[in-house]
C-alpha cells in the first residue's frame, strides 16, 4: 500500500421495515405509519447519514469511532421502537393507592385532575401531551401512545403530579406509581 492512502472503514447498520408499517423519509426526518398511529423523529446529525431503500433503513457514519458507534445503535434502538409503535402501541399502567384519603382521579378536556390527595382542597391537575391516550379504570390508570417517548413521559409526569415533598414515603404511600412499562411488571 502506498505511504498516505489508507482504507477507511464505514459503520453502518441496516434496519428492515416489517409489512404493515409504512416509511417515509424526509431529509433526515423518518415518519413511519402503522395500524396504531403514526410516528415521528428527527435524526439529523453530523456523523450519522439516514437513508430508506426496499423496506430498509440504513444508517451510516464515515468516521470509525466509539461516538459513531453508540450513536447507531442508539439510533437502531429508537428505529425499532418507532416500529414497535406503529405497529401495537406503548402501554404503561399506573396504579392509585390512596392510604389516608380517599383520592378520586379523573380526565376530562386533554387534562388528568387529582382530586382530595392527602386531604388538599384545590385539585392538582396536568394537561396531557398530544398523542397520549390516557383512561381511568377503578384504581389503575392506562397510558397508550403510539410513541415509546410520549407515554413513558405522560406516566411520569402523572407519578411526579401526586408526589409529596418532606413527607415519609414509608409512611405516607398515597399517590400514583408506575406498575407496569410496555407489559413489563415493575417490582
Known sequence: MAEGKTKRKVLSSKITIPKGVEAKLDKAILILKGAKGEVKRDFSDKKISISYAENEIILK????DKVSKKLIKSYAAHIKNMIGGSLGGHKYTLKICSGHFPMNVSTSNNQLIVK?????????????????????????IVVESSSKEIAGQVSADI????????????????????ISKDGKEIK
Not at 457514519?61 to 470509525?64: G, I, Q
Not at 418532606?166 to 399517590?175: A, E, I, S
Request: glycine share 12%; net charge positive; aromatic share 10%.
Open 116 to 140: 382530595n390527595f392527602l386531604g388538599e382542597k384545590i385539585p392538582r391537575t396536568l394537561n396531557l401531551k398530544e398523542g397520549a391516550a390516557v383512561k381511568v379504570e377503578g384504581d389503575l
Open 159 to 178: 407519578e411526579q403530579l401526586t408526589k409529596r415533598a418532606g413527607y415519609d414515603g414509608r409512611v405516607f404511600q398515597d399517590g400514583c406509581y408506575i
Open 61 to 64: 457514519a464515515v468516521k470509525f
